[in-house]
């Protein structure tokens, strides 16, 4: 594993007929042919990007740009690790 970085998973459910939010900590993990989250794998030879957008102070939303779409992933902090180290790889 080259590197990694944790994004948060928003799950909704309704109890008692009120609807509660539950955050989970999940972990992007980019290895030297591939990029892991906790329910897809992305080979590198088709991610064509990855960008990061800032809502506020260091939150914001990781964009995975593939082939098969983009994956948005809400962070707490920015990804500048996984950015540079991507960056480098597709020189």
């Known amino acids: 594993m080259l590197c990694s970085h944790s994004y948060l998973k928003v799950d909704r459910r309704i109890e008692d007929n009120e609807q509660v939010y539950e955050e989970n900590e999940q972990f992007i993990r980019m290895y030297h042919d591939r990029i892991t989250t906790a329910s897809d794998i992305f080979y590198l030879k088709d991610v064509l990007d990855i960008t990061f957008k800032n809502m506020s102070g260091k939150k914001g939303f990781l964009y995975l740009h593939t ?3 983009v994956y948005p992933y809400l962070t707490h902090e920015k990804p500048d ?11």
């Open 67 to 69: 082939t098969r779409g």
């Open 81 to 91: 690790r996984i950015l540079q180290v991507y960056k480098e790889i597709k020189k």
